[in-house]
């Protein structure tokens, strides 16, 4: 008896303290709560994620408490979302001062993201259908905070769409597996005399169901629009964004890993996201707005970590997403600080160092061969060697072979050894609170990996080509197309915003 008040005890408090904040977001929206009450909110939404980070330390296996399932997954990525949005909520405690919608955007991003970390945690899918979208209406709203500004409630309808489409598409592949198996709850789902009830065109329609609900929260090709849209919204809602939400489709795939085995839906997600990565580092290449390259690289790392998912590397998607969303949330908090240099810093009269260059090129090398043999062999690996060895490449001219002079090679050189130490500190964590909740999924043929090689080998080839032959009309086509699909729609353009000019108008008749 217990044990078993301790094994629900932690299960009992996180809920509590969730309720407790959704509580406090919602007294702020009320005008005679002062302002300064705000402060003390960001003390109160703190105790979700302390809660789900003893709960992560302590976890001893799957706890199903009701429609809940605390595991060593659930707790983990409830505490992510949690952090993220405690930091960006505490972030906009003096960025957001003074705006209208001040005491709104807390009530929003507290539901939002404790609606996204409840999502992990549901076992009944009745209570993840919910969770989930009110996540996205949470995200949908969020977009549109500043409604008197035509750009932002445009973008937002943009995204509504996109998101009520996406969660129609999911409730037909839970109706689909719920009425096959004639169960609601997710675990029993998922177990193999369940599963084997499926026929195989089945579980082929209900895994190409779910792709398709997945790949447009993760904006992936051809559902990018509503993510390169979505750059009107404020900072600190892009970068609750890109760093929590986006995540979620290969995220939500870990969840169905074991009914996520059919070649021919493995295969058309392995194709989009091959497409997304090459399309997302092109608009992140050829675009000036800083915001528009950071939707970019999302895009792509979005698309790496969906090909991780449809290779069967869960556990390596995972960890992928985690420090993902800790760098986009930082690099778009830190938007505000980026400065452009006319020329300053430029490498146009420096001496392109061959030797450095070749260096780099050389340690990738020996960094994928040295991967590939501790491996155990599988055909995710072949990728995995491929980005170890390209990111490897490029850290270290980015860092070390263009550094200035020999103290700048120097610290460069200790921040990518401190970088690669810290990696595998986190990976190695990770790994040893995962292996038993995050298993391996089957892998596709390898005819399918081929293919995965030859989308990012040629791509980058092809971008290698492009970028020695800048005066070819290929080039010029290349660069347009992907300046057009990076652009934003018509009507979420305006040289001055309309509310604004009309809010001072009236502001000098009143005088």
């Not at 809940?68 to 960025?95: K, M, N, P």
Request: charged letters at 10%.
């Amino acid at each position: 008896m217990f044990h078993y008040f301790e094994l629900i005890s932690l299960p009992t408090a996180f809920l509590t303290v969730c309720a407790v904040s959704l509580l406090s977001a919602i007294s702020i929206l009320y005008v005679r709560i002062p302002l300064h009450f705000v402060r003390f909110h960001i003390g109160i939404i703190s105790l979700p994620p302390i809660v789900a980070l003893l709960g992560l330390v302590s976890n001893n296996g799957c706890v199903i408490v009701g429609p809940w399932r605390f595991d060593s997954l659930s707790w983990l990525l409830a505490f992510f979302v949690l952090t993220i949005g405690l930091i960006v909520q505490r972030y906009s405690v003096r960025y957001l001062f003074g705006d209208h919608s001040y005491r709104k955007y807390f009530t929003l991003m507290t539901l939002t993201t404790s609606a996204g970390a409840l999502t992990w945690l549901s076992n009944d899918l009745h209570l993840l259908l919910v969770c989930w979208g009110a996540t996205l209406l949470g995200l949908t709203w969020l977009i549109r905070l500043n409604k008197k500004w035509q750009v932002s409630r445009k973008a937002a309808s943009i995204s509504g769409r996109q998101f009520l489409l996406s969660w129609l598409i999911l409730l037909l592949a839970v109706i689909w597996i719920t009425q096959a198996t004639e169960h609601w709850q997710l675990s029993i789902i998922l177990e193999k005399n369940n599963l084997s009830q499926l026929a195989s065109w089945e579980k082929t329609c209900i895994n190409l169901l779910l792709i398709v609900a997945m790949v447009i929260p993760s904006a992936q090709y051809p559902f990018q629009r509503w993510l390169l849209d979505s750059v009107v919204a404020p900072t600190p809602v892009s970068a609750v964004m890109h760093a929590g939400i986006v995540n979620a489709g290969g995220l939500m795939l870990t969840r169905f890993a074991p009914l996520f085995t059919s070649d021919s839906a493995q295969i058309i997600l392995l194709i989009l996201s091959g497409i997304s990565v090459l399309l997302g580092t092109g608009i992140m290449l050829v675009h000036v707005d800083y915001k528009r390259q950071l939707v970019g690289s999302t895009i792509a790392q979005m698309g790496f970590m969906l090909i991780q998912c449809a290779l069967g590397a869960y556990l390596a998607a995972i960890i992928h997403a985690i420090l993902h969303g800790l760098f986009k949330a930082s690099l778009f908090l830190q938007s505000g600080s980026a400065i452009h240099y006319n020329g300053s810093l430029s490498f146009k009269d420096r001496p392109l160092p061959y030797l450095w260059t070749m260096t780099g090129g050389i340690l990738g090398l020996l960094m994928g061969i040295g991967y590939w043999l501790a491996s155990q062999g599988e055909d995710y690996q072949m990728i995995s060697t491929l980005i170890l060895g390209w990111s490897v490449t490029f850290a270290w001219n980015g860092l070390v072979a263009f550094g200035y002079g020999c103290i700048g090679r120097i610290a460069g050189f200790t921040f990518l050894a401190g970088a690669a130490f810290m990696f595998n500190i986190i990976h190695s964590a990770l790994d040893s609170l995962l292996h038993e909740t995050v298993l391996n999924g089957s892998q596709p043929p390898a005819p399918a990996t081929i293919l995965v090689l030859f989308i990012l080998l040629g791509g980058s080839a092809f971008g290698l080509w492009l970028a020695n032959n800048r005066s070819s009309t290929v080039f010029a086509v290349i660069y347009l197309l992907l300046v057009h699909l990076g652009e934003p729609h018509k009507d979420l353009v305006e040289s001055h915003p309309k509310y604004l000019a009309k809010y001072l108008s009236n502001r000098r008749s009143f005088r």
